[in-house]
């Protein structure tokens, strides 16, 4: 393969773009290598500017969970595009995209539309603390809720790949109100909110997390933050935006039967175009301006053309649920794979990491919280990074992104994917 053009704009690039890049998980940094640049996507597959194809199982970090360019929903967005591009006004399509939501989360009796899920969970912290008047919120170390100020504390992705935790820039104030628990253990909860209790606002959650490689609440979990927060007026957030229309078309509230307070969603809800979510309670959406106190507003929230991928993309989900099935059932056929040569394999539905956890290889590992997740071993992880890409498969480039399986994904293609695992990871293993 070759991989001069990308080379060529990648040197363009970092003249004038941080990095070279506009997120920096995409700067290839973990896996020691230099970015290839895309220029075009369809289906399962991926073309960068050299030529090279590549099986695609990052699907833009989620949103692709009907593969690239779905005609369906490219139809939809060239139809609306004709109708003008942003008008900051209210549109019909705004309420038939709330109402697919709601229809497919019922939780959520009242939602606003806006554009990137930082800004979703940003939001839906803000109006947890207008409602309750309180100002600390809970999270967990590893769990990636964005980049707001308040969020960046032990955050996982791109932080858990620089080893950097917390972001420089954010004031001590701001952070000082986010405490930190240990994902999968209640105790740690238990503590936090002991220690303040009558303070805490709100525990934000992903309900899978997703953002320190995929790690699955043990059984329990979920139930006991539902429990705790409920006894004690606190604000359960799921901080679906992975997850969300991708567990099941009801996201992990159908997926794990646990129910929260509010919701937060991107990705998938906008089809592959700039558009998130946050909803949830009526009595707790109520404080959002203008019909409450909490203000949060947007220029291109509910954006024509988003809202049209959106609808576009549930309204597909929501007629054909043999598509959780199938995603499902091969996601466990990649997951074997994984398994046979000896990796721990998290998955939850569609979602999946393999880890090189101590050992990997020889033992099975169990990765179930960030502090898991940081003993896996970096270099081996980027040997199989590479090895995969010189045999046209890209999986996301950090230890601690999941892989996404998409409708796209045809059976062919997960078995040419398990004989390139085996192939990659020879050597690797030491089998
Ligand atoms: N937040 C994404 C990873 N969990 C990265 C998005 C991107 O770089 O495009």
New binding site residues.
Partial sequence: MNWDKSEKWYDRAQGLIPGGVN????AFGAVGRHPFFVEKAQGAWLYDVDGNRYLDYVC??GPGILGHAHPRVVEAVQRVCAEGLTFGAPTAKEVELAELIHACVPDVEMVRLVSSGTEAVMSAVRVARGFTGREKIIKFAGN?HGHSDGLLVKAG??LMTQSVPDSAGVPAGYAASTLTAVYNDEESVRVLMEENHGQVAAIVVEPVAA?MGVVPPKKGFLEFLRRITKEQGVILIFDEVITGFRLALGGASQYTGVHADLYTFGKIVGGGMPLAAYGGRRDIMSCVAPLGSVYQAGTLSGNPVAVAAGIETLKILMEDPGIYERIDRRAQTLAEAFRNVGLTVNRAGSLLSAFFTPGFGKREGWVENYEDACQCDRKAFAAYFNRMLERGIYVAPSQF?AMFVSDAHAEELIERTCEAIREALFGILGN
Avoid at 23 to 26: D, G, I, K, Q, T
């Fill in positions: 997120s920096p998980v995409r833009s970090w990636y992705s791109g953002n992104e």
